[in-house]
Nanobody
Framework: QVQLVESGGGLVAPGGSLTLSCVAS????????ISWYRKRPGVPRELAAW????????DYPDSTKGRFTVAKDNAKSTATLQMNNLKPEDTAVYYC???????WGRGTQVTVSS
């Protein structure tokens, strides 16, 4: 059974940093990329970052480029999303997804507020 479990969310002040983790199980982790999505209030769910199966290639939308860094450790079946210079508009529930499938985690809440 495929499982994806996110952790690391919380409350952070604007300008602060958080690192989210996504631990996967139930499938060959090294053979699939990981996508991080977020669901902000009043906004459709959107891609926040993507990392390839090998971890060597990444992609970001303009909204997170330069502030977010996605990584993948195939030995640990874990993907991370390091988020720097957080803004109130980054407040969202963050989800990881096995790329190309409908396998999702349950999400972790990130709140950026003073």
């Amino acid at each position: 059974q495929v499982q994806l479990v996110e952790s690391g969310g919380g409350l952070v002040a604007p300008g602060g940093s958080l690192t989210l983790s996504c631990v996967a199980s139930g499938y060959p982790f090294s053979q699939h990329g990981i996508s991080w999505y977020r669901k902000r209030p009043g906004v459709p769910r959107e891609l926040a970052a993507w990392v390839s199966s090998s971890g060597l290639n990444t992609d970001y939308p303009d909204s997170t480029k330069g502030r977010f860094t996605v990584a993948k450790d195939n030995a640990k079946s874990t993907a991370t999303l390091q988020m720097n210079n957080l803004k109130p508009e980054d407040t969202a529930v963050y989800y990881c997804r096995r790329s190309g499938t409908e396998d999702w985690g349950r999400g972790t809440q990130v709140t950026v507020s003073s």
